[in-house]
């Protein structure tokens, strides 16, 4: 099935689906637990309902959207993944090009298996994203490694202080370090486009792929445990350290992983330039909050940091939503995994094209022509509105 067949999101997982083995999959599609915040990051798109102007001129639309002093062409960027070359041959390399192309921001995630001098190379407008330990003396010298391969743009995951517990990835033989498991080896041989496309093409061309990104030393071959441990202090990670970071790095530093306003406010007093409302896709805390519930709050909350979000996004009008209720800019993940899946390079951009096709189309419907000016007045809460024929019902009992 070509990519002109994929019309939706939806569309791209099932082929994703299609095309990985069961445990690779799991991981893109998977969270922790029971998934319940996985579940809450979708659900809470439906509280918000649209209240469309009619009779406005939206023969021209923009959805030009300014972020860190560029302007980019549409308001979500490729969030960070770990991993992407399992999903897809040369996969960091394949999203960083797609976002280039596009004009959208990408986020190199820490876990990745492409050193990031090479994806810089590929995209110099790419980000880093990095999980730190309590440690200057390992951050340090990865402040300079990062400087040195011309990230502007520093992200800063502060919602892993430890491993979570994603029962699904163990089900499927899956986890990282790889270990050829036999569930794991199974499922790869019945995906033979998957098993000769990914797999023996990486081992081929590029040899057994390591974790290059982790500290400013090359780590270890993904299939065995990491020289030392990356993860060790992480538990003991404070805003003493985002200071000192942000003390030591000049460029732009991002905060991911909040859910609480008092946390953007600490990180904006700080002198953070973006805080980025995250709960990880419910791959860290079952039960934890949806960023859209709280987008609010904390958009509130801070007066000069961006407001960044992900968590849930599918379409179009889940973008505007959360531009609606204060959000600067929107990231998302798995719907460009789908992409990367189905298609490599060329399905990420179509990922990419889909949303920007439908938030140009969301627009005219909505009776806005421009994305800079929407805000709550087109939102009705169904909520609050629910609760309120509720009360009115029982006052005329």
């Excluded at 209240?51 to 959805?63: C, F």
């Excluded at 441990?229 to 350290?241: L, Q, V």
Aim: proline share 5%; glycine share 10%; charged share 20%.
């Amino acid at each position: 099935m070509g990519m002109n067949a994929m019309l939706s999101i939806a569309d791209l997982q099932k082929a994703a689906k299609r095309r990985l083995p069961a445990g690779i999959y799991g991981y893109v599609d998977g969270a922790s637990e029971d998934h319940r915040t996985l579940r809450a990051n979708r659900s809470a798109f439906e509280r918000w309902a649209f209240t469309p102007h009619a009779l406005v001129d939206v023969s021209r639309r923009s959805q030009s959207t300014g972020l860190f002093g560029k302007t980019w062409s549409m308001p979500i960027g490729i969030g960070p993944m770990g991993v992407c070359g399992v999903v897809a041959y040369d996969g960091d390399c394949a999203l960083a090009r797609a976002a280039a192309s596009a004009g959208v921001p990408f986020v190199l995630s820490a876990a990745s298996t492409t050193p990031m001098e090479r994806v810089l190379r590929e995209n110099p407008d790419a980000w880093y994203q990095a999980y730190l330990p309590a440690n200057m003396a390992v951050i340090e010298p990865l402040l300079q490694r990062v400087r040195a391969a011309g990230v502007g743009v520093l992200v800063v995951t502060v919602d892993v202080p430890i491993a979570s517990t994603r029962e699904n990835e163990l089900r499927n033989g899956f986890s990282i370090p790889l270990r050829w498991t036999p569930k794991l080896v199974v499922s790869g041989m019945l995906k033979p486009g998957w098993l000769l496309g990914t797999f023996a093409r990486t081992l081929a061309r590029q040899g057994i792929p390591h974790f290059e990104n982790f500290t400013a030393e090359r780590g270890g071959p993904i299939i065995v445990a990491q020289k030392g441990d990356h993860r060790a202090g992480r538990a003991a990670m404070s805003w003493k350290e985002i200071r000192a970071i942000r003390d030591s790095w000049k460029g732009k530093l991002v905060v991911k992983g909040i859910l609480r306003a008092e946390d953007a406010r600490t990180a904006e007093s700080i002198g953070v330039d973006g805080v980025f409302v995250s709960n990880h896709g419910g791959r860290q805390l079952d039960g934890a909050v949806s960023t859209l519930a709280v987008l609010p709050e904390i958009a509130a909350a801070t007066t000069r940091a961006a407001v960044i979000v992900d968590g849930g996004f599918r379409r179009g009008t889940d973008v505007i939503k959360a531009m609606a209720l204060g959000a600067d800019f929107v990231f998302a993940g798995r719907p460009f995994m789908y992409g990367l899946a189905a298609g490599g390079e060329a399905g990420a951009r179509h990922a990419l094209n889909l949303l920007k096709k439908e938030i140009d189309v969301d627009l005219a419907l909505l009776g806005c022509p421009d994305l800079a000016e929407v805000d709550g007045r087109y939102l009705r809460d169904m909520r609050a509105a629910a609760a309120s024929a509720g009360r009115q019902e029982q006052d005329n009992v």
